[in-house]
């Protein structure tokens, strides 16, 4: 095995293609309830102050073993800083966006960044990156096709991701809608990465095949998102691309978008995927669930299974479930652990 490396090299060099000395584990979100209790943490202030979640988050690497800290907790962020009504969920549940605008013209961009939930992930991500040098600060942010969704609407989009294929004018109120939300997303990514992330970590649901056909990815969302990720390149960071569900019929529209690293989920078969992503790392898929009430068995066959179909990292199929417990987040980052001894030498 090669010289040990810390969380953030072993991250960002999975993320370049380059070789590890073992194969990192990382997470798309955090808001483990037992680290929030533990840490003195509680709800909802950890989500608008930024020393309750780095210290919660913080647990994920210190005591999980995760390579990368992430903040904030949930994809409301960017929807509740333009506005829209959100409901906040619990320390169980995540937050979601609940309202959306009727017509693009009523998004206003201006005061984004001063939004006190934008500021509070920005000064996360300063503390988190002063905090924890050697781990892979990784803010999670939603993708162009998902705030599409909450700035018009998802069942809306959902229907239009159908009727605009053959219909110009519906086409270009998508491409409006769009349009705003990569404007977002731009400033987001500025703001996150002049802060210190890391690498940027996309959650873009939304896109998923459960939701809009896959003529409609390819047409509108493998070009917003490719646009978003040259971007975010031409400031020198990497990014990460997540989307929900079945994704084997939009691999190839995803690795297209020039993203460093694709996350799946458990619902896709791993082998498959990394054939389809070619040279493009894919990370997953281990069933979140199983770190709510897995055995030890389950919990290390299911974490094999992933490496050995070829992810160049371990993930959760679609982020960290609440009532994960520290025991099994912990099996899981040492199962990675034996896999990378016997495969790495």
């Known amino acids: 095995m090669s010289v040990e490396m810390t969380s953030r090299e072993r991250v960002l060099a999975m993320l370049e293609r380059k070789p590890v000395d073992r194969f990192p584990v990382i997470t798309g979100s955090c808001m483990v309830a037992e680290y929030i209790n533990r840490s003195g943490g509680f709800w909802p202030e950890y989500h608008s102050n930024a020393e309750m979640m780095v210290d919660v988050a913080g647990m994920m690497h210190t005591d999980a073993g995760m390579d990368n800290i992430v903040v904030p907790f949930g994809m409301f962020v960017e929807a509740v800083a333009l506005g829209l009504e959100v409901n906040m969920g619990r320390i169980t549940i995540q937050p979601s966006v609940k309202g959306f605008f009727k017509r693009p013209e009523d998004v206003k961009c201006e005061r984004f960044l001063n939004d006190p939930y934008v500021r509070t992930t920005l000064k996360a991500t300063k503390l988190a990156k002063a905090k924890f040098p050697?781990?892979?600060?990784?803010?999670?942010?939603?993708?162009?096709?998902?705030?599409?969704?909450?700035?018009?609407?998802?069942?809306?989009?959902?229907?239009?991701?159908?009727?605009?294929?053959?219909?110009?004018?519906?086409?270009?109120?998508?491409?409006?809608?769009?349009?705003?939300?990569?404007?977002?997303?731009?400033?987001?990514?500025?703001?996150?990465?002049?802060?210190?992330?890391?690498?940027?970590?996309?959650?873009?649901?939304?896109?998923?095949?459960?939701?809009?056909?896959?003529?409609?990815?390819?047409?509108?969302?493998?070009?917003?998102?490719?646009?978003?990720?040259?971007?975010?390149?031409?400031?020198?960071?990497?990014?990460?691309?997540?989307?929900?569900?079945?994704?084997?019929?939009?691999?190839?529209?995803?690795?297209?978008?020039?993203?460093?690293?694709?996350?799946?989920?458990?619902?896709?078969?791993?082998?498959?995927?990394?054939?389809?992503?070619?040279?493009?790392?894919?990370?997953?898929?281990?069933?979140?669930?199983?770190?709510?009430?897995?055995?030890?068995?389950?919990?290390?066959?299911?974490?094999?299974?992933?490496?050995?179909?070829?992810?160049k990292a371990s993930m959760l199929g679609c982020g960290t479930p609440s009532l994960s417990t520290p025991d099994r987040l912990k099996l899981w980052s040492g199962a990675v652990a034996e896999w990378s001894r016997e495969k790495l030498g």
């Open 134 to 311: 050697d781990v892979a600060v990784t803010p999670f942010l939603v993708g162009p096709v998902t705030l599409a969704g909450y700035l018009m609407g998802v069942e809306k989009l959902s229907e239009m991701s159908y009727r605009c294929l053959d219909d110009e004018k519906l086409m270009d109120e998508i491409v409006e809608w769009f349009s705003i939300a990569l404007e977002i997303n731009r400033l987001y990514a500025g703001a996150c990465i002049d802060s210190g992330a890391d690498a940027l970590y996309y959650s873009d649901a939304s896109a998923s095949p459960n939701l809009v056909i896959p003529d409609f990815y390819y047409r509108v969302g493998v070009p917003a998102e490719k646009e978003l990720g040259d971007f975010i390149h031409c400031l020198g960071c990497p990014w990460e691309l997540h989307i929900c569900g079945n994704t084997i019929p939009i691999i190839e529209g995803m690795a297209s978008t020039g993203a460093n690293c694709l996350s799946v989920e458990q619902a896709v078969d791993m082998r498959e995927v990394v054939e389809i992503a070619g040279d493009v790392p894919v990370a997953g898929n281990v069933t979140p669930l199983m770190m709510v009430e897995g055995t030890e068995e389950q919990i290390i066959a299911e974490t094999r299974k992933g490496l050995d179909g070829g992810a």
